[in-house]
Protein backbone atom coordinates (compact mmCIF):
# COMPACT_ATOMS: atom_id res chain seq x y z
CA UNK A 1 0.00 0.00 0.00
CA UNK A 2 0.97 3.89 -0.82
CA UNK A 3 2.52 5.88 1.95
CA UNK A 4 4.17 8.44 3.58
CA UNK A 5 5.98 8.31 6.72
CA UNK A 6 7.71 10.93 8.81
CA UNK A 7 8.91 9.38 11.94
CA UNK A 8 9.76 12.44 13.65
CA UNK A 9 6.56 14.65 15.14
CA UNK A 10 8.20 16.89 16.62
CA UNK A 11 11.55 18.54 16.62
CA UNK A 12 13.36 21.26 18.28
CA UNK A 13 16.50 22.99 17.14
CA UNK A 14 18.93 26.50 18.03
CA UNK A 15 18.61 28.81 15.49
CA UNK A 16 21.20 29.09 13.90
CA UNK A 17 21.70 25.13 13.98
CA UNK A 18 21.46 22.63 10.85
CA UNK A 19 18.25 20.91 9.92
CA UNK A 20 17.18 17.72 8.54
CA UNK A 21 13.11 16.32 8.65
CA UNK A 22 12.94 13.00 7.62
CA UNK A 23 10.37 11.31 5.03
CA UNK A 24 9.87 7.64 3.75
CA UNK A 25 7.77 6.55 1.22
CA UNK A 26 6.12 3.68 0.20
CA UNK A 27 5.18 2.99 -3.16
CA UNK A 28 5.47 0.79 -5.92
CA UNK A 29 6.20 3.13 -8.84
CA UNK A 30 8.28 6.24 -9.76
CA UNK A 31 6.74 8.64 -7.47
CA UNK A 32 6.19 12.47 -7.17
CA UNK A 33 7.85 14.27 -4.17
CA UNK A 34 6.93 17.27 -2.25
CA UNK A 35 7.59 19.31 0.82
CA UNK A 36 4.98 21.87 2.26
CA UNK A 37 5.43 23.78 4.87
CA UNK A 38 2.63 25.38 7.33
CA UNK A 39 2.92 28.57 9.89
CA UNK A 40 0.44 28.72 12.78
CA UNK A 41 -3.22 29.92 11.13
CA UNK A 42 -2.25 29.36 7.90
CA UNK A 43 -2.45 27.10 4.51
CA UNK A 44 0.15 24.68 3.20
CA UNK A 45 2.47 26.25 0.95
CA UNK A 46 4.81 24.30 -1.39
CA UNK A 47 8.94 24.05 -0.66
CA UNK A 48 9.88 22.08 -3.09
CA UNK A 49 9.07 18.89 -5.18
CA UNK A 50 11.00 16.42 -7.23
CA UNK A 51 9.68 15.22 -10.75
CA UNK A 52 13.14 13.90 -11.88
CA UNK A 53 16.53 14.76 -13.12
CA UNK A 54 18.51 15.47 -10.21
CA UNK A 55 18.03 14.35 -7.07
CA UNK A 56 18.95 16.89 -5.39
CA UNK A 57 16.46 19.14 -5.12
CA UNK A 58 16.56 23.65 -4.08
CA UNK A 59 13.24 25.28 -2.65
CA UNK A 60 12.28 28.33 -1.48
CA UNK A 61 13.00 29.59 2.11
CA UNK A 62 16.85 28.27 1.82
CA UNK A 63 15.19 24.80 1.98
CA UNK A 64 16.73 21.46 -0.29
CA UNK A 65 15.56 17.86 -0.27
CA UNK A 66 17.47 14.60 -1.70
CA UNK A 67 15.81 11.72 -3.40
CA UNK A 68 17.15 8.89 -2.55
CA UNK A 69 15.46 6.03 -4.33
CA UNK A 70 17.31 3.15 -2.50
CA UNK A 71 16.34 4.12 0.75
CA UNK A 72 12.96 5.64 -0.19
CA UNK A 73 13.45 8.56 1.39
CA UNK A 74 13.37 12.55 0.43
CA UNK A 75 14.64 14.04 3.41
CA UNK A 76 14.44 17.83 3.66
CA UNK A 77 17.50 19.93 4.76
CA UNK A 78 18.39 23.40 5.64
CA UNK A 79 22.16 24.44 6.73
CA UNK A 80 21.11 27.19 9.14
CA UNK A 81 17.91 27.44 11.12
CA UNK A 82 15.83 30.70 11.36
CA UNK A 83 13.52 31.39 13.90
CA UNK A 84 10.84 32.24 11.49
CA UNK A 85 11.11 28.45 10.13
CA UNK A 86 8.89 27.19 13.02
CA UNK A 87 6.28 25.74 11.73
CA UNK A 88 4.38 22.25 10.49
CA UNK A 89 6.34 20.48 7.46
CA UNK A 90 4.43 17.96 5.43
CA UNK A 91 5.94 15.49 2.75
CA UNK A 92 3.96 13.95 0.12
CA UNK A 93 3.67 11.77 -2.22
CA UNK A 94 2.08 11.61 -5.84
CA UNK A 95 1.79 8.84 -8.67
CA UNK A 96 3.66 9.13 -11.69
CA UNK A 97 0.48 7.70 -12.88
CA UNK A 98 -3.06 8.18 -11.81
CA UNK A 99 -4.50 10.20 -9.60
CA UNK A 100 -3.49 9.49 -5.97
CA UNK A 101 -1.50 11.78 -3.72
CA UNK A 102 -0.88 11.19 0.26
CA UNK A 103 0.69 13.52 2.74
CA UNK A 104 2.51 12.36 5.59
CA UNK A 105 1.21 13.07 9.01
CA UNK A 106 3.96 15.87 9.54
CA UNK A 107 6.90 17.06 11.76
CA UNK A 108 6.53 20.22 14.15
CA UNK A 109 9.23 22.33 14.24
CA UNK A 110 10.50 24.44 16.88
CA UNK A 111 13.13 26.98 16.92
CA UNK A 112 14.97 27.86 20.06
CA UNK A 113 17.09 31.27 19.87
CA UNK B 1 -3.57 34.63 -9.88
CA UNK B 2 -4.72 35.27 -6.29
CA UNK B 3 -4.56 31.91 -5.56
CA UNK B 4 -7.61 29.75 -3.77
CA UNK B 5 -10.01 31.42 -2.32
CA UNK B 6 -12.03 30.29 0.84
CA UNK B 7 -14.80 31.55 2.40
CA UNK B 8 -15.35 32.24 5.12
CA UNK B 9 -12.35 32.23 6.77
CA UNK B 10 -14.07 31.77 10.02
CA UNK B 11 -17.68 30.28 10.96
CA UNK B 12 -19.30 29.71 14.19
CA UNK B 13 -22.65 27.75 14.12
CA UNK B 14 -24.50 25.95 16.87
CA UNK B 15 -24.78 22.09 16.52
CA UNK B 16 -27.94 20.98 14.05
CA UNK B 17 -27.45 24.07 11.83
CA UNK B 18 -26.11 23.63 7.76
CA UNK B 19 -22.92 24.81 7.20
CA UNK B 20 -21.88 25.78 3.84
CA UNK B 21 -17.64 26.20 2.87
CA UNK B 22 -16.70 27.95 -0.55
CA UNK B 23 -13.43 27.26 -2.53
CA UNK B 24 -12.79 29.28 -5.84
CA UNK B 25 -9.69 27.30 -7.31
CA UNK B 26 -6.98 28.91 -9.64
CA UNK B 27 -7.83 29.48 -12.61
CA UNK B 28 -6.86 26.45 -15.06
CA UNK B 29 -6.68 24.63 -12.87
CA UNK B 30 -8.72 21.44 -13.37
CA UNK B 31 -8.61 18.99 -9.99
CA UNK B 32 -9.83 20.41 -6.47
CA UNK B 33 -9.27 18.51 -3.29
CA UNK B 34 -11.10 19.30 0.05
CA UNK B 35 -9.08 18.41 3.13
CA UNK B 36 -9.99 18.56 6.95
CA UNK B 37 -7.00 19.12 9.69
CA UNK B 38 -7.53 18.73 12.88
CA UNK B 39 -5.06 17.97 16.11
CA UNK B 40 -6.24 14.52 16.52
CA UNK B 41 -6.30 13.42 13.12
CA UNK B 42 -4.03 15.37 10.90
CA UNK B 43 -5.13 16.45 7.61
CA UNK B 44 -7.96 14.08 6.12
CA UNK B 45 -8.42 13.78 2.34
CA UNK B 46 -12.33 14.39 2.25
CA UNK B 47 -13.04 14.36 -1.60
CA UNK B 48 -11.22 15.24 -4.77
CA UNK B 49 -12.77 16.35 -8.28
CA UNK B 50 -11.38 16.16 -11.64
CA UNK B 51 -12.70 18.08 -14.20
CA UNK B 52 -15.59 19.34 -11.60
CA UNK B 53 -16.22 15.10 -11.33
CA UNK B 54 -15.93 13.70 -7.95
CA UNK B 55 -13.77 10.81 -8.08
CA UNK B 56 -13.37 9.63 -4.58
CA UNK B 57 -14.97 10.68 -1.86
CA UNK B 58 -14.20 7.84 0.47
CA UNK B 59 -12.72 10.11 3.17
CA UNK B 60 -16.26 12.31 3.48
CA UNK B 61 -16.78 11.19 7.41
CA UNK B 62 -20.60 10.36 6.64
CA UNK B 63 -23.67 11.42 5.16
CA UNK B 64 -23.97 14.93 6.82
CA UNK B 65 -21.18 16.28 4.44
CA UNK B 66 -21.60 16.63 0.86
CA UNK B 67 -19.88 18.46 -1.73
CA UNK B 68 -20.12 19.39 -4.84
CA UNK B 69 -18.36 21.68 -7.95
CA UNK B 70 -21.14 22.85 -10.52
CA UNK B 71 -18.25 24.54 -12.69
CA UNK B 72 -14.66 25.03 -13.04
CA UNK B 73 -14.42 28.11 -10.70
CA UNK B 74 -16.29 27.18 -7.91
CA UNK B 75 -17.02 24.17 -5.24
CA UNK B 76 -19.20 23.69 -2.30
CA UNK B 77 -18.65 21.62 1.23
CA UNK B 78 -21.81 21.49 2.85
CA UNK B 79 -22.27 20.35 6.61
CA UNK B 80 -25.80 19.41 7.69
CA UNK B 81 -26.89 19.04 10.49
CA UNK B 82 -23.49 20.24 11.89
CA UNK B 83 -22.01 18.64 15.05
CA UNK B 84 -19.46 19.87 17.52
CA UNK B 85 -16.97 16.97 16.45
CA UNK B 86 -17.09 18.30 12.77
CA UNK B 87 -14.75 21.57 15.01
CA UNK B 88 -11.45 21.65 12.19
CA UNK B 89 -10.23 23.04 9.62
CA UNK B 90 -10.98 22.85 6.15
CA UNK B 91 -8.64 23.31 3.13
CA UNK B 92 -9.10 23.56 -0.19
CA UNK B 93 -6.31 23.11 -2.72
CA UNK B 94 -6.61 22.95 -6.48
CA UNK B 95 -4.23 21.30 -8.58
CA UNK B 96 -3.45 20.57 -12.86
CA UNK B 97 -3.55 17.26 -14.04
CA UNK B 98 0.06 16.17 -15.78
CA UNK B 99 -0.28 14.71 -19.30
CA UNK B 100 1.18 11.56 -17.61
CA UNK B 101 -2.36 11.59 -15.91
CA UNK B 102 -0.47 12.04 -12.36
CA UNK B 103 -1.08 15.45 -10.08
CA UNK B 104 0.99 18.73 -10.44
CA UNK B 105 1.82 20.51 -6.59
CA UNK B 106 -1.13 21.68 -5.05
CA UNK B 107 -2.06 25.05 -4.05
CA UNK B 108 -3.99 25.75 -0.70
CA UNK B 109 -6.29 27.88 0.44
CA UNK B 110 -6.43 29.60 3.42
CA UNK B 111 -8.64 27.49 5.29
CA UNK B 112 -12.08 27.90 7.30
CA UNK B 113 -12.10 28.10 10.82
CA UNK B 114 -14.88 25.83 11.81
CA UNK B 115 -16.37 25.85 15.30
CA UNK B 116 -19.48 24.04 16.47
CA UNK B 117 -20.95 24.72 19.48
Known amino acids: AQSVTQPDIHITVSEGASLELRCNYS??????LFWYVQSPGQGLQLLLKYFSGDTLVQGIKGFEAEFKRSQSSFNLRKPSVHWSDAAEYFC???????????FGTGTSLTVIP | DAGVIQSPRHEVTEMGQEVTLRCKPI?????LFWYRQTMMRGLELLIY????????DSGMPEDRFSAKMPNASFSTLKIQPSEPRDSAVYFC???????????????FGPGTRLTVL
Open chain 2, 49 to 56: FNNNVPID
Open chain 2, 27 to 31: SGHNS
Open chain 1, 27 to 32: YGATPY
Open chain 2, 93 to 107: ASSSILTSGSYNEQF
Open chain 1, 92 to 102: AVGAYTGNQFY
